[in-house]
């Protein structure tokens, strides 16, 4: 079993909806958890980082994480064609004990 | 610097060829960290960086793959007789503690010809 999972995709949307990604893991250990945007041809760029149950807001962008369901999401409100990157998540425990999901293609179609 | 900083951004060689790429980490970050991603594909993690610390050295794939930090700043990734299948986009991230985000650089993007 992988340590985290995460749907590839590709996920196709119209501009304007409600974007949901999603990720799983299999460790509780986990405590730190992160989404990052990657745009072709550029690295992976920090979105979002949380370390607690609950939700955190940024702007357009909300993360989610349920540790008792071990799951984490990531929201996109108000859809754009600039949000057309791969989403990737990251789940971390210690210092070299991190793991990537294998990220999700997103289209935003004007 | 503001970010992760990486040369080339690319590079293109010929198989059997030595290449170095190079990573400057965020100023004031003491981990640093080397992963692979090849094309449609996720993170592969090479090697970390910590302070003073002995490096993880457990994803390099093969004893063609070093890295050294040096002065626990810049760090040099080193394929030796490159091969084809070493064709990829290598990412440097740094970190400023354990518990903190990865910040990336934009990657080198090696071809082996």
């Known amino acids: 079993q992988k340590e985290v999972e995460q749907d590839p995709g590709p996920l196709s949307v119209p501009e304007g909806a409600i974007v949901s990604l999603n990720c799983t893991y299999s460790?509780?250990?986990?405590?730190?958890f992160m989404w990052y945007r990657q745009y072709s041809r550029k690295g992976p760029e920090l979105l979002m980082y949380?370390?607690?149950?609950g939700n955190k807001e940024d702007g357009r962008f909300t993360a989610q994480v349920d540790k008792s369901s071990k799951y984490i999401s990531l929201f996109i409100r108000d859809s754009q064609p600039s949000d057309s990157a791969t989403y990737l998540c990251?789940?971390?425990?210690?210092?070299?004990?991190?793991?990537f999901g294998t990220g999700t293609r997103l289209t935003v179609i004007p | 610097g503001a970010g992760v900083s990486q040369s080339p951004s690319n590079k293109v060689t010929e198989k059997g060829k030595d290449v170095e790429l190079r990573c400057d980490p965020i100023?004031?970050?003491?981990?640093l960290y080397w992963y692979r991603q090849s094309l449609g594909q996720g993170l592969e993690f090479l090697i970390y960086?910590?302070?003073?610390?002995?490096?993880?050295k457990s994803g390099l794939p093969s004893d063609r793959f070093s890295a050294e930090r040096t002065g626990g700043s810049v760090s040099t990734l080193t394929i030796q007789r490159t091969q084809q299948e070493d064709s990829a986009v290598y990412l440097c991230?740094?970190?400023?503690?354990?518990?903190?985000?990865?910040?990336f650089g934009n990657g080198t993007r090696l071809t082996v010809t």
């Open positions: 990251a789940i971390r425990a210690g210092a070299n004990n991190l793991f």
């Open positions: 460790n509780s250990a986990f405590q730190y």
């Open positions: 949380t370390y607690s149950s």
């Open positions: 100023s004031g970050h003491t981990a």
């Open positions: 960086f910590q302070g003073n610390s002995a490096p993880d």
């Open positions: 991230a740094s970190s400023s503690s354990f518990h903190s985000p990865l910040h």
